[in-house]
């Protein structure tokens, strides 16, 4: 089992949230500690002087384990726009080097961390870095959510394409059927399964109630697999 992992997806709101969640509660009902961590977090709402995000709060409520805010979250924005645009609105740089040491900083409170990120492979951190950049600064093993839609295989297959050229080892991929009336779901699940070269970790039914829900222990047995 790796200390960390990266969650990214082939698109934003395609359930990276909810992968994670799921994720989270799966490894520590399996007795493996994990915490989440969510380096940027737009479209926050201010309770005082503290930013809360509701995503960030999804992970922590699927957690037992408590770490301080700004090591779970280190950048929060107002405005549910990219990242990048919302730093430079706040005017902040957002700093690798230091989601780097917060990751670092959070497995002094569990033995595993998840850290999703924002958007796609390439959504931009800045004028100069994107998302990409954390995942290979973190050296951690990726998870790809899948958001089961219309064009799912293409940016499946390209985003996977991109993580294996940053030099990264595609951990699993968790199939999210996010539109529960994709066509032909069972043949592109089949596709994705035959044509990515990591195992399906598992598959995410459409529900309101998926943030309460946990991953199948067998997903906690295939990233063992594939990372000894």
């Given at each position: 089992?790796?200390?960390?992992?990266?969650?990214?997806?082939?698109?934003?709101?395609?359930?990276?949230?909810?992968?994670?969640?799921?994720?989270l509660r799966s490894l520590n009902q399996n007795n493996i500690p994990a915490i989440g961590m969510k380096p940027a977090a737009s479209g926050c709402l201010a309770q005082g002087d503290i930013l809360i995000n509701e995503d960030v709060?999804?992970?922590?409520?699927?957690?037992?384990?408590?770490?301080?805010?700004?090591?779970?979250?280190?950048?929060?924005?107002?405005?549910?726009?990219?990242?990048?645009?919302?730093?430079?609105?706040?005017?902040?740089?957002?700093?690798?080097?230091?989601?780097?040491?917060?990751?670092?900083?959070?497995?002094?409170?569990?033995?595993?961390?998840?850290?999703?990120?924002?958007?796609?492979?390439?959504?931009?951190?800045?004028?100069?870095?994107?998302?990409?950049?954390?995942?290979?600064?973190?050296?951690?093993?990726?998870?790809?959510?899948?958001?089961?839609?219309?064009?799912?295989?293409?940016?499946?297959?390209?985003?996977?394409?991109?993580?294996?050229?940053?030099?990264?080892?595609?951990?699993?991929?968790?199939?999210?059927?996010?539109?529960?009336?994709?066509?032909?779901?069972?043949?592109?699940?089949?596709?994705?399964?035959?044509?990515?070269?990591?195992?399906?970790?598992?598959?995410?039914?459409?529900?309101?109630?998926?943030?309460?829900?946990?991953?199948?222990?067998?997903?906690?047995?295939?990233?063992?697999l594939q990372n000894v």
């Amino acid at each position: 089992m790796a200390s960390r992992y990266f969650i990214t997806g082939t698109d934003t709101e395609v359930g990276k949230t909810i992968a994670t969640v799921q994720l989270l509660r799966s490894l520590n009902q399996n007795n493996i500690p994990a915490i989440g961590m969510k380096p940027a977090a737009s479209g926050c709402l201010a309770q005082g002087d503290i930013l809360i995000n509701e995503d960030v709060e999804l992970q922590r409520a699927a957690s037992p384990i408590d770490a301080p805010l700004d090591l779970v979250s280190p950048y929060r924005f107002l405005p549910a726009i990219s990242p990048h645009l919302a730093a430079q609105e706040a005017g902040i740089a957002i700093d690798l080097h230091h989601l780097v040491q917060c990751a670092a900083d959070l497995q002094n409170y569990a033995q595993t961390v998840i850290i999703e990120g924002a958007g796609g492979w390439f959504a931009p951190l800045s004028d100069s870095e994107y998302i990409a950049d954390l995942a290979i600064a973190l050296k951690a093993p990726v998870i790809l959510v899948v958001g089961m839609r219309l064009g799912c295989i293409n940016h499946a297959l390209l985003t996977a394409q991109a993580i294996n050229q940053a030099g990264l080892q595609l951990a699993g991929w968790i199939a999210n059927c996010i539109d529960p009336q994709m066509a032909r779901y069972g043949e592109n699940l089949a596709y994705l399964k035959a044509n990515l070269a990591a195992p399906l970790l598992d598959e995410i039914l459409h529900s309101p109630n998926a943030a309460t829900g946990c991953l199948n222990p067998q997903a906690i047995t295939r990233l063992k697999l594939q990372n000894v």
